[in-house]
Structure formats: structure tokens, C-alpha cells
């Protein structure tokens, strides 16, 4: 599903943010990137979905080489990917039902199906009662959840999330982990870069840290392995 060799990251100021990462992650993994301030986490998530480019080696994402694809391939590319931020990144104008329905509209998805998948996926994340509501009206979890079922209503092959319970009390935190529970068990492969020791000491899942830009642990059940 995603196939990273030799894959270096130099930004044009000279930042080494990653170093010959040679990374396999195949369908229906659920992956923790782990690692302190800086390590290169993000960078790493912001290839999957070629936000940024590697400098140099090869990356296959869902099939996909990132590196050789042309710039009009891209779209194709993103939409077999759920992206999810730890500032939710809703718009403010649009209702709960509508900013999950852009995500089909983007992909000229029929009008029904649209319905049909939106209410779906608002079911998922338990916030179909609140579709009427704008993103002031959440809390920061519930904003948190409407990303999540926008991001999920594409049927994407693979889930990306940067630090998505960053800005959530750790309730809170579980409600989201819960979610992706349940889209790993439906057969999405997740991968999701967290500093919260306590969700990836207790989901005991696949584990890859980061250190100033290399891989020094991949451990199929592992555990934060840092202070919090
Ligand atoms: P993390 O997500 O683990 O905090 P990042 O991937 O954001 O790590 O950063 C890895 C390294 O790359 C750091 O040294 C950071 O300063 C540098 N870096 C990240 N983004 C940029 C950028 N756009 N331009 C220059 N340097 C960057
Ligand atoms: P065209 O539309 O003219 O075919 P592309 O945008 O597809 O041009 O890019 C041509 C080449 O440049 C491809 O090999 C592509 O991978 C590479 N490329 C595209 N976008 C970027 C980028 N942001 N940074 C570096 N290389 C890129």
C-alpha cells in the first residue's frame, strides 16, 4: 500500500528532514508514527499525499509513484487518501452536512449517492443529529469527527492523520481512537503520527520512530517508547 525506498528529504534551507527511509506498509495496517519535535514526522505524512516531494528515492502510495506522477495525476492520487490535521481544517461557512458533502462534490459524485454516503459516514462518527450545525457550534472533538467522516465518505484505501487528537482531552482523545478503530476493522490502513503516549502504550499497534529523520524502531505491537 505504501512503499517508501531510500527516500531522503532535504528542504531548500538544508534541513535534513529525513535520511534514507526505507518504510512497508501494506492493506489494512493501523501505524503509529512516533517521535519527538522536528524527528520528521509530518514530512513523512506530507509525501503520502505528496504535499511535499522526496528529495531523492522512490515512493509508491495505493499503487501510485508519487515521485514520477504528473502534476495532473495528483487528484487521483488524493482521492484514495482521508487526510486529517490536528486543527480539524473545516470551513467555517459550511453546515456539518456540507462539508463532508464537498468531498463528493470535488469527485462530481451523483446527487443521491451524495445523501445516501454523507448521512452514512455522519453515522459513523455519531453526529448525523448535528448535520445542520456550523463548525462554531462543535466542540473541538466533534469538529474532530466531522474531518473524520469527511475525510473517510470517499471510501479512501488509506486514512493519514497528523496529529489528529492533539488539541483534545484524552476522553475525547478515545472517542477519535475508537473511531479509527472502527474503519481499521472495516479494512482501512491507517497511518497516524501522535505524541500521545498513553493511546499508543494502550492500542498496541504497528509502531515506526523517528529520529532527526531516521527510522531507529519498527515494532508490529509496539509502544510510545519515550517519556510523555
Ligand atoms: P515533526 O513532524 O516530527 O515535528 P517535521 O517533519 O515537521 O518533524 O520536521 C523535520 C525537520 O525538517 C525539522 O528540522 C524541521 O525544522 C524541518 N522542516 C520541516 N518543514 C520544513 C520546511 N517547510 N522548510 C524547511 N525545513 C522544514
Ligand atoms: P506537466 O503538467 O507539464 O506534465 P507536471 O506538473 O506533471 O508537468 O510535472 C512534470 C515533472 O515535474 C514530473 O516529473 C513531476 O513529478 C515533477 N513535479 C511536479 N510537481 C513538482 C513539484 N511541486 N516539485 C518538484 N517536481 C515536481
Same mark, same amino acid.
Given at each position: 500500500?505504501?512503499?517508501?525506498?531510500?527516500?531522503?528529504?532535504? !528542504?531548500?534551507?538544508?534541513?535534513?528532514?529525513?535520511?534514507?527511509?526505507?518504510?512497508? /506498509?501494506? $492493506?489494512?495496517?493501523?501505524?503509529?508514527?512516533?517521535?519527538?519535535?522536528?524527528?520528521?514526522?509530518?514530512?513523512?505524512?506530507?509525501?503520502?499525499? =505528496?504535499?511535499?516531494?522526496?528529495?531523492?528515492? #522512490?515512493?509508491?502510495?495505493?499503487? =501510485?509513484?508519487?515521485?514520477?506522477?504528473?502534476?495532473?495525476?495528483?487528484? !487521483?492520487?488524493?482521492?484514495? *487518501?482521508?487526510v486529517i490535521f490536528q486543527d480539524y481544517r473545516l470551513l467555517p461557512?459550511?453546515?456539518?452536512?456540507?462539508n463532508? $458533502?464537498?468531498?463528493?462534490?470535488?469527485?462530481?459524485?451523483?446527487?443521491? *449517492?451524495?445523501?445516501?454516503?454523507?448521512?452514512?459516514?455522519?453515522?459513523?462518527?455519531?453526529? =448525523?443529529?448535528?448535520?445542520?450545525?456550523?463548525p462554531?457550534?462543535?466542540?473541538?472533538?466533534?469538529q474532530q469527527?466531522v474531518a /473524520?467522516?469527511r475525510a +473517510?465518505?470517499?471510501?479512501?484505501?488509506?486514512? +493519514?492523520?497528523d496529529?489528529p487528537?492533539?488539541?483534545?482531552?484524552?476522553?475525547? #482523545?478515545?472517542?477519535?481512537?475508537?473511531?479509527?478503530? =472502527?474503519?481499521?476493522?472495516?479494512?482501512?490502513?491507517?497511518?497516524?503520527?501522535?505524541?500521545?503516549?498513553?493511546?499508543?502504550?494502550?492500542?498496541?499497534?504497528?509502531?515506526?520512530?523517528?529520529?532527526?529523520?531516521? +527510522?531507529?524502531?519498527?515494532?508490529?505491537?509496539?509502544? !510510545?517508547? !519515550?517519556?510523555?
Amino acid at each position: 500500500m505504501i512503499h517508501m525506498r531510500d527516500v531522503s528529504k532535504i !528542504y531548500e534551507n538544508g534541513a535534513v528532514a529525513l535520511d534514507h527511509v526505507n518504510v512497508d /506498509i501494506e $492493506a489494512g495496517d493501523f501505524v503509529f508514527i512516533v517521535g519527538a519535535s522536528g524527528a520528521g514526522k509530518s514530512t513523512f505524512i506530507k509525501m503520502l499525499f =505528496r504535499e511535499e516531494l522526496p528529495t531523492s528515492g #522512490s515512493l509508491f502510495v495505493n499503487g =501510485r509513484d508519487v515521485v514520477h506522477m504528473k502534476r495532473s495525476e495528483v487528484p !487521483y492520487l488524493r482521492r484514495g *487518501l482521508g487526510v486529517i490535521f490536528q486543527d480539524y481544517r473545516l470551513l467555517p461557512d459550511k453546515t456539518v452536512f456540507e462539508n463532508v $458533502a464537498f468531498a463528493m462534490q470535488v469527485i462530481e459524485a451523483p446527487r443521491r *449517492l451524495m445523501q445516501r454516503n454523507v448521512n452514512a459516514v455522519l453515522d459513523v462518527v455519531g453526529l =448525523r443529529d448535528k448535520f445542520r450545525c456550523f463548525p462554531s457550534q462543535l466542540s473541538g472533538g466533534e469538529q474532530q469527527r466531522v474531518a /473524520i467522516a469527511r475525510a +473517510i465518505v470517499n471510501d479512501p484505501a488509506i486514512v +493519514i492523520a497528523d496529529e489528529p487528537t492533539g488539541n483534545l482531552d484524552p476522553e475525547t #482523545s478515545w472517542d477519535i481512537m475508537d473511531i479509527f478503530n =472502527r474503519i481499521n476493522l472495516a479494512g482501512t490502513t491507517i497511518v497516524m503520527a501522535t505524541h500521545d503516549k498513553t493511546i499508543v502504550d494502550t492500542m498496541q499497534r504497528r509502531v515506526i520512530a523517528i529520529e532527526d529523520g531516521h +527510522i531507529v524502531r519498527d515494532e508490529a505491537k509496539g509502544g !510510545y517508547g !519515550y517519556e510523555a
